[in-house]
């Protein structure tokens, strides 16, 4: 907060918004990022904007700063794919536009398979992921199977990638719900508890808001009271819209 104060265009405020989105304060955050947005157009900002205005459920906010962040990608000069267009795709699946959402989480994965970008392996699983849950919600349980079975191979290998821990802790909770695999939920829940073996730093959708949420939703698939209850709870606190909690 003091860096942000003493100089608007250093890192303060990106790093000041990226601590709000972690304790929930969602509003607190869109004030720090915009601000950073307004002396340096960057993709990771722009990412982790779009990632709380999604949380305020601000559609086309989030819309905006999502796609923004995905045309910046694609500028040679910037730090390549950090996932936004997957993240996009995420924001839409909330929406109910499915078809669009699927379309957008195929060209990432198209181009992760196209690319030696430093991110590339979290924004594989990161993609799995959502693609996963966009056919849960379309119906398409095999595809859903699969999308979160390659999730968790994918996420088994990279341990220390920023956030892959929570990509792997999501993908997990996915498969369970899919397959109404107890074990693969207690592997989750304790990879989740413990953080003991992977990086659970924040980037957009890898964080404990979204992480518990999945953890709700795969419990209440097994019927896991308790445990839907926690961790429903756990996401209620940290601003997850009460419409996307099971």
């Known amino acids: 907060a003091t860096a942000a104060r003493l100089d608007r265009g250093s890192f303060g405020n990106y790093f000041l918004g990226a601590c709000y989105c972690e304790l929930g304060d969602y509003e607190s955050a869109v004030t720090a990022l915009q601000a950073y947005h307004e002396v340096s157009r960057t993709p990771f900002n722009l990412l982790l904007l779009g990632f709380a205005h999604m949380q305020l459920d601000h559609r086309a906010e989030a ?8 045309l910046l990608e694609l500028d040679p000069k910037n730090y390549g794919w950090q996932g936004s267009l997957a993240t996009l795709a995420e924001q839409k699946r909330r929406e109910g536009d499915l078809d669009s959402a699927r379309a957008d989480v195929m060209e ?6 196209r ?26 349980e095999l595809g859903a199977r699969a999308a979160f079975d390659q999730a968790v191979s994918a996420s088994s290998t990279t341990h220390r990638a920023v956030g892959m821990g ?25 990879l989740f508890e413990k953080r003991a073996s992977m990086n659970f730093g924040l980037v957009a959708v890898a964080c404990d808001v979204v992480t518990a949420c999945d953890l709700a939703h795969a419990c209440n698939v097994l019927g896991d009271r ?15 819209p009460e419409r996307l909690l099971p």
């Open 63 to 70: 819309r905006w700063a999502l796609r923004e962040a995905y």
């Open 108 to 113: 990432s994965l198209g181009w992760v398979e």
């Open 115 to 140: 690319s030696d970008n430093v991110f590339r392996s979290p924004i594989r699983v990161l993609s799995l992921v959502a693609l996963g849950r966009i056919c849960r919600d379309q119906g398409d």
């Open 166 to 190: 929570h990509f792997r802790v999501q993908a997990l909770a996915g498969r369970a719900a899919a397959n109404q695999d107890r074990e693969d939920l207690n592997a989750a829940i304790e």
């Open 226 to 240: 308790e445990g839907c209850r926690e961790y429903r709870e756990r996401s209620r606190m940290l601003g997850m």
